[in-house]
């Protein structure tokens, strides 16, 4: 019995994987005035003319899952432009969440967000920004408005890295 159970999984999880496309998502992010992450590479350019922009560089590589960058320290109100390199064997993204408390929630919740590149759209109270998924290979870039002073951690919300994909933004006055 335990063996056809394990065999049910896996023919679940490889369906799983077997079936997630490259199609694009319209992905609005319900954070209104902090968020401008997506938009495009001409957006993004006029944005950070006007104001003060950190722009992060950060990687992944090999099949470690962690980011090169686990901390980053940005003035509240400024932009910071993340610019990802995945030379990870595995997909990635870049996701901003309001707190602690809400990676648990998001990371699970991702889980069967698949058709929205593993951004759970009912948690997106939870999300300040995201990136796009960044298959092995990409280089990809977003950015955002810095929160309020605090502590905003980042985490990878393909399939279940948030656990040990982590960071934090550090926004100061």
């Excluded at 722009?55 to 990802?84: F, N, Q």
Aim: glycine content about 6%.
């Amino acid at each position: 019995m335990y063996k056809i159970f394990l065999l049910g999984i896996s023919i679940f999880f490889l369906s799983f994987f077997l079936i997630i496309s490259n199609t694009a998502v319209d992905k609005i992010n319900s954070s209104g005035d902090l968020a401008i992450a997506n938009k495009s590479i001409e957006t993004d350019n006029r944005l950070t003319e006007q104001v003060d922009t950190t722009v992060v560089e950060m990687k992944t590589d090999g099949i470690k899952l962690g980011y090169s960058i686990t901390e980053i320290k940005a003035k509240a109100g400024d932009i910071v432009l993340i610019r990802y390199v995945n030379n990870s064997d595995m997909n990635h993204n870049i996701v901003l969440v309001r707190e602690e408390a809400d990676i648990r929630p998001v990371g699970m919740a991702a889980l069967q967000a698949v058709s929205s590149d593993w951004i759970p759209q009912k948690e997106m109270k939870r999300i300040i920004a995201y990136s796009d998924l960044a298959y092995s290979g990409d280089t990809i870039e977003f950015c955002f408005k810095v929160p309020p002073p605090g502590i905003y951690p980042y985490i990878c919300t393909y399939s279940a890295h948030w656990t040990q994909m982590q960071g934090r933004l550090i926004s100061t006055e």
